[in-house]
């Protein structure tokens, strides 16, 4: 299993950017996604989640400017962020529970990383 972050760049303050992550492999089923940020010097942190009956979890500082949705048909999540801001500025990882063959239970999985700066 594998999942491939795209969509980051170089916004302005108060642009949008929409993230995507897709899954690919031999895979059973996906339960919770879920979109992570790192700026420098900082711990990773939960920025949202959403569950596979499509309940959703924001963090406070993105709630009103940050949409997570998911597409099941496709293993992809996404993320529209509007209203950027500088403090937004990280590099932005998706993660997914995934069900797979040949690998016990549930386990989550990582994809690499998509960088998103936001600057004047």
Not at 9 to 19: A, F, I, T
Not at 37 to 54: F, H, M, N, W, Y
Not at 69 to 75: E, L, Q, V
């Amino acid at each position: 299993v594998q999942l491939q972050a795209s969509g980051g760049g170089l916004v302005q303050p108060g642009g949008s950017l929409r993230l995507s992550c897709a899954a690919s492999g031999s895979i059973f089923s996906i339960g919770d996604m879920g979109w992570y940020r790192q700026a420098p010097g900082k711990q990773r942190e939960l920025v949202a989640r959403i569950t596979s009956d499509g309940s959703t979890t924001y963090a406070d500082s993105v709630k009103g400017r940050f949409t997570i949705s998911r597409d099941n048909a496709k293993n992809t999540v996404y993320l529209q962020m509007n209203s950027l801001k500088p403090e937004d500025t990280a590099v932005f990882y998706c993660n997914m529970l995934i069900l797979a063959p040949k690998v016990s239970g549930w386990n989550g999985y990582w994809g690499q990383g998509t960088l998103v700066t936001v600057s004047s």
